[in-house]
């Protein structure tokens, strides 16, 4: 008696299996070395980027270049790039620092605003990628431009001096470590708690992985897609909050500058670019790998061009680095060996119809004898 086996079981036991402890650290241990490496060499060659004052103000910034790689992740994760990570940020700036325009006792209002608007952005994002079926590079780059639609309409096109509450709370430090720092740790920690950790987390992973497997397994993929852009907006968000605090007089664009590194930090961290396996942990040194490279090449003296370069260069390497891992590199290596292999132990097709006439005419001779 035979046993069938239903779609939904077969989609289960696809995406049944995790992705082993051992297997994920490979896919991030590359970066966990690079970021050590960058350090010591850091170190020997430019002593002055890892001086107090240099590491003093690069905190800050790698917490929030690392809150924005935590977002790009999760939209990843589910198949997804975001350009929309400037205006988010550039939007977020201007409400915060234009609505009160100085006044304390307007901030928290702005910033509740900020979080109401973002929120609504990264809705409409997930909702017309789900349910419209929008391309979400489109989709997103299309609501970068609302989102500065927004930013130019508050803030004319000028900047504003950030109120002095913000500018405390986000220059201040907890234990030694700036606070930016400790909100950006104890989110990216959260995050990957729940995302490895629980079974909403892995359901995540595994509609972003295999989409149609997902739908097999009973799984709603447009519930985890819409999650991704409402957490990767809040993200966003904090990240604006952020910025407008340490920065005094924040310029209306201060966004621009988090779109390719939020990129370069999750292909340096080993985020499959397809969607699925992915770590926000690895993202986070990847965001400060980027960080220190910066300071890195600004200590030797190069121009902002130069670091840009250098910045597209991570990403490049980053993601020829993904596309040869050893593992995929095995697979391409072991799959033509058994093709050639193949193609020497079966005759060419050419051949043997050659020999199928040859056969098939002797046949007709030794009939036509025999008659």
């Given at each position: 008696?035979?046993?069938?086996?239903?779609?939904?079981?077969?989609?289960?036991?696809?995406?049944?299996?995790?992705?082993?402890?051992?297997?994920r650290?490979?896919?991030?241990?590359g970066?966990?070395?690079?970021?050590?490496?960058?350090?010591?060499?850091?170190?020997?060659?430019?002593?002055?980027?890892?001086?107090?004052?240099?590491?003093a103000?690069?905190?800050p910034?790698?917490?929030?270049?690392?809150?924005?790689a935590?977002?790009?992740?999760?939209?990843?994760?589910?198949?997804?790039?975001?350009?929309?990570?400037?205006?988010?940020?550039?939007?977020?700036?201007?409400?915060?620092?234009?609505?009160?325009?100085?006044?304390?006792?307007?901030?928290?209002?702005?910033?509740?605003?900020?979080?109401?608007?973002?929120?609504?952005a990264?809705l409409?994002?997930?909702?017309?990628?789900?349910?419209?079926?929008?391309?979400?590079i489109?989709?997103t780059?299309?609501?970068?431009?609302?989102?500065?639609?927004?930013?130019?309409?508050?803030?004319?096109?000028?900047?504003t001096?950030?109120?002095?509450?913000?500018q405390s709370?986000?220059?201040?430090?907890?234990?030694?470590?700036?606070?930016?720092?400790?909100?950006?740790?104890?989110?990216?920690v959260?995050?990957?708690?729940?995302?490895?950790?629980?079974?909403f987390?892995?359901?995540?992973?595994?509609?972003?992985?295999?989409?149609?497997?997902?739908?097999?397994?009973?799984l709603?993929?447009?519930?985890?897609?819409?999650?991704?852009?409402?957490?990767?907006?809040?993200?966003?968000?904090?990240?604006?909050?952020?910025l407008?605090g340490?920065?005094?007089?924040?310029?209306?664009?201060?966004?621009d500058?988090?779109?390719l590194?939020?990129?370069?930090?999750?292909?340096?961290?080993?985020?499959?670019?397809?969607?699925?396996?992915?770590s926000?942990m690895?993202?986070?040194?990847?965001?400060?790998f980027?960080?220190?490279?910066q300071?890195?090449?600004?200590?030797?003296?190069?121009s902002?061009?130069?670091?840009?370069?250098v910045?597209?260069?991570?990403?490049?390497?980053?993601v020829?680095?993904?596309?040869?891992?050893?593992?995929?590199?095995?697979?391409?290596?072991k799959?033509?060996?058994?093709?050639?292999?193949a193609?020497?132990?079966?005759?060419?097709?050419?051949a043997?119809?050659?020999?199928?006439?040859?056969?098939?005419?002797?046949?007709a001779?030794?009939s036509?004898?025999?008659?």
């Amino acid at each position: 008696m035979t046993q069938t086996t239903s779609p939904r079981a077969s989609g289960l036991s696809r995406m049944a299996s995790p992705v082993p402890a051992v297997a994920r650290w490979r896919r991030s241990a590359g970066i966990w070395l690079a970021t050590g490496l960058l350090f010591v060499v850091s170190a020997v060659f430019e002593p002055g980027s890892l001086g107090v004052s240099a590491l003093a103000s690069l905190w800050p910034f790698a917490a929030l270049l690392i809150l924005a790689a935590a977002g790009q992740t999760l939209v990843v994760q589910q198949r997804g790039i975001d350009l929309s990570v400037p205006g988010f940020i550039s939007a977020t700036v201007v409400i915060v620092t234009r609505i009160p325009n100085g006044n304390s006792g307007k901030l928290v209002s702005a910033i509740l605003l900020a979080y109401g608007v973002c929120l609504a952005a990264g809705l409409v994002n997930g909702l017309l990628v789900t349910r419209v079926g929008i391309t979400p590079i489109v989709q997103t780059l299309g609501m970068n431009a609302v989102l500065y639609g927004i930013d130019l309409g508050i803030s004319q096109g000028t900047p504003t001096q950030t109120t002095s509450a913000l500018q405390s709370f986000a220059n201040s430090e907890v234990a030694g470590i700036p606070v930016p720092m400790v909100i950006a740790v104890l989110l990216v920690v959260l995050i990957a708690f729940v995302v490895k950790r629980t079974t909403f987390g892995r359901r995540f992973e595994a509609s972003g992985s295999n989409a149609a497997a997902g739908r097999a397994a009973g799984l709603r993929g447009n519930r985890y897609q819409l999650s991704a852009y409402l957490a990767s907006a809040l993200l966003y968000c904090t990240v604006g909050v952020l910025l407008a605090g340490i920065v005094s007089q924040p310029s209306p664009f201060q966004g621009d500058s988090y779109l390719l590194p939020s990129v370069a930090a999750v292909a340096l961290g080993g985020t499959s670019l397809l969607g699925g396996v992915g770590s926000v942990m690895a993202s986070a040194v990847g965001a400060l790998f980027l960080s220190q490279l910066q300071q890195f090449v600004l200590a030797t003296g190069a121009s902002a061009a130069v670091q840009n370069l250098v910045q597209a260069g991570a990403l490049a390497l980053a993601v020829t680095i993904y596309g040869l891992r050893p593992g995929r590199l095995a697979a391409r290596l072991k799959n033509s060996a058994r093709g050639a292999a193949a193609g020497r132990t079966s005759p060419p097709a050419s051949a043997a119809s050659g020999a199928a006439t040859r056969r098939s005419a002797t046949t007709a001779e030794v009939s036509i004898n025999e008659k």
